[in-house]
């Protein structure tokens, strides 16, 4: 990075955070994670230095989808090559609860420090990191700067940019080309996103195409939907033999719109995974003001009119799993908000998929499920008929999800390939 441009960003950073500091205490409040554990961010620890691992690969993932993939990379390299020490670094609270509930034992979770030399400082002299891995498209200046001053290697894996972000990055070349030359190491996803990271700066001996880390079939089990008994459970509450429709990962407004379709299916009933789970009072009342009769998963009970009901899971950490009881998938953030959610946990429990035409975060994949025929993509209008053409037809379903596993299956054994290019770089061979 730029001297001048390090200078001027570590100064300015301390002013924007305590400008945000009341906006991010208060979300984390409202998601359940305001605890002593945020001084970590601050790279104050409770845990006396002498206990901490050492020599660790630092995998920094900043929320939930993050944190899975992160959760799958280490418990899979554990498997393969058991010995090695990790932390993983979230930078949400939901990620760091996830990440603190699901890590194999002897994994530290701690919450990701502020992007400054100064709390870098003190959180890498605890951990002596040996590796960086980064997931996704999370590019931190304060911290690639300083783990090349250290010479620490850092990698980007399951490396990806939507078109807006790489425009954002196109026009400002002359400073994002100086901090992505200090990636040792960039994991793509398909060959197409070499020419992507090549223009803005990334040299072309680091690039590797892996396949993607969400998409794989293979691994722990990370993508593999499992029916629970208490959900079953749950679900008979809304009466017997009804085909579910689950609106996953929904968005401000999708739930209403969602289920106002569903009610118009006999028998069907709608259930909703809103995105964010403190949003549940407000979900409640836009569907209570359309009639709805709302169940909460968190405070479960069952309905008095089943015919008006909606079942309303306000948890973190459950869709994989719910997805298994469903007969269809709705993604959210596909009809009232751009860039859409993650499809393939339900392409991957062979649930059928209806998405809104809002999908950009997952180009080229959404492109290529479209042609083949892996999901039914349909406008907020013919959501209805979309429902109904998936519903009608079990032939359908079944063709449908094949041609979506189809789609998938480049990205099979993604996680070893990028395992075992990880542990190159952390041996210092040639990647």
Same mark, same amino acid.
């Given at each position: 990075m730029n001297l001048a441009v390090r200078v001027l960003y570590h100064l300015l950073l301390p002013f924007v955070c305590l400008c945000a500091a009341p906006f991010w205490l208060l979300k984390m409040a409202r998601r359940g994670g305001f605890d002593r554990r945020l001084w970590q961010r601050l790279g104050i620890f409770s845990t006396p230095a002498e206990l901490e691992p050492c020599g660790v690969v630092y995998v920094h993932a900043v929320s939930v989808g993050e944190v899975m993939m992160a959760l799958r990379l280490v418990r899979d390299w554990l498997d393969h090559y058991p010995g090695q020490t990790f932390v993983i670094a979230a930078t949400t609270s939901t990620g760091f609860q996830l990440a603190d509930q699901k890590a194999p034992e002897g994994v530290r979770v701690i919450y990701s420090p502020v992007d400054h030399a100064f709390v870098l400082r003190r959180t890498f002299r605890r951990f002596e990191p040996a590796l960086v891995v980064l997931i996704d498209s999370e590019l931190w200046p304060g911290l690639l700067d300083f783990a090349d001053r250290k010479g620490i290697p850092v990698a980007l894996v399951n490396a990806r940019l939507s078109p807006r972000s790489a425009r954002r990055y196109g026009r400002l070349r002359a400073l994002a080309a100086p901090m992505l030359a200090q990636l040792k190491l960039v994991c793509v996803q398909v060959d197409?996103?070499?020419?992507?990271?090549?223009? #803005?700066?990334?040299?072309?001996? +680091?690039?590797? +195409?892996?396949?993607?880390?969400?998409?794989?079939?293979?691994?722990?089990?990370?993508?593999?939907?499992?029916?629970?008994?208490?959900?079953?459970?749950?679900?008979?509450?809304?009466?017997?033999?009804?085909?579910?429709?689950?609106?996953?990962?929904?968005?401000?407004?999708? =739930?209403? #719109?969602?289920?106002?379709?569903?009610?118009?299916?006999?028998?069907?009933?709608?259930?909703?995974?809103?995105?964010?789970?403190?949003?549940?009072?407000?979900?409640?009342?836009?569907?209570?003001?359309?009639?709805?009769?709302?169940?909460?998963?968190?405070?479960?009970?069952?309905?008095?009119?089943?015919?008006?009901? +909606?079942?309303?899971?306000?948890?973190?950490? =459950?869709?994989?799993?719910?997805?298994?009881?469903?007969? %269809?998938? %709705?993604?959210?953030?596909?009809? #009232?908000?751009?860039?859409?959610?993650n499809p393939v946990e339900a392409i991957a429990a062979g649930v059928p998929v209806v998405c809104g035409p809002h999908m950009e975060n997952f180009e080229p994949l959404i492109t290529e499920l479209r042609?083949?025929?892996?999901?039914?993509?349909?406008?907020?209008?013919?959501?209805?008929?979309?429902?109904?053409?998936?519903?009608?037809?079990?032939?359908?379903?079944?063709?449908?999800?094949?041609?979506?596993?189809? +789609? #998938?299956?480049?990205?099979?054994?993604?996680?070893?390939?990028?395992?075992?290019?990880?542990?190159?770089?952390?041996?210092?061979?040639?990647?």
């Amino acid at each position: 990075m730029n001297l001048a441009v390090r200078v001027l960003y570590h100064l300015l950073l301390p002013f924007v955070c305590l400008c945000a500091a009341p906006f991010w205490l208060l979300k984390m409040a409202r998601r359940g994670g305001f605890d002593r554990r945020l001084w970590q961010r601050l790279g104050i620890f409770s845990t006396p230095a002498e206990l901490e691992p050492c020599g660790v690969v630092y995998v920094h993932a900043v929320s939930v989808g993050e944190v899975m993939m992160a959760l799958r990379l280490v418990r899979d390299w554990l498997d393969h090559y058991p010995g090695q020490t990790f932390v993983i670094a979230a930078t949400t609270s939901t990620g760091f609860q996830l990440a603190d509930q699901k890590a194999p034992e002897g994994v530290r979770v701690i919450y990701s420090p502020v992007d400054h030399a100064f709390v870098l400082r003190r959180t890498f002299r605890r951990f002596e990191p040996a590796l960086v891995v980064l997931i996704d498209s999370e590019l931190w200046p304060g911290l690639l700067d300083f783990a090349d001053r250290k010479g620490i290697p850092v990698a980007l894996v399951n490396a990806r940019l939507s078109p807006r972000s790489a425009r954002r990055y196109g026009r400002l070349r002359a400073l994002a080309a100086p901090m992505l030359a200090q990636l040792k190491l960039v994991c793509v996803q398909v060959d197409e996103d070499i020419e992507v990271w090549s223009r #803005l700066g990334v040299p072309p001996g +680091v690039l590797e +195409v892996t396949g993607s880390l969400k998409y794989d079939l293979d691994g722990d089990g990370a993508l593999r939907s499992a029916r629970r008994a208490e959900f079953e459970k749950m679900l008979a509450g809304f009466g017997s033999g009804r085909p579910v429709i689950l609106a996953a990962s929904t968005h401000s407004g999708e =739930e209403l #719109l969602i289920a106002e379709a569903v009610r118009t299916i006999p028998g069907a009933l709608a259930v909703v995974l809103p995105r964010h789970a403190e949003r549940r009072e407000a979900v409640r009342a836009d569907l209570e003001r359309a009639g709805f009769e709302v169940v909460l998963r968190s405070r479960f009970d069952p309905p008095g009119d089943l015919g008006k009901a +909606v079942f309303v899971v306000d948890s973190t950490g =459950e869709q994989r799993d719910w997805i298994a009881h469903a007969d %269809v998938v %709705v993604v959210g953030k596909s009809f #009232l908000a751009r860039g859409g959610q993650n499809p393939v946990e339900a392409i991957a429990a062979g649930v059928p998929v209806v998405c809104g035409p809002h999908m950009e975060n997952f180009e080229p994949l959404i492109t290529e499920l479209r042609e083949r025929g892996g999901v039914e993509s349909v406008f907020r209008a013919s959501l209805e008929e979309g429902l109904r053409a998936v519903l009608d037809s079990a032939h359908n379903r079944r063709i449908r999800s094949n041609s979506a596993r189809a +789609v #998938l299956e480049r990205h099979r054994g993604a996680n070893v390939r990028v395992i075992e290019r990880l542990r190159m770089l952390l041996s210092g061979e040639r990647v």
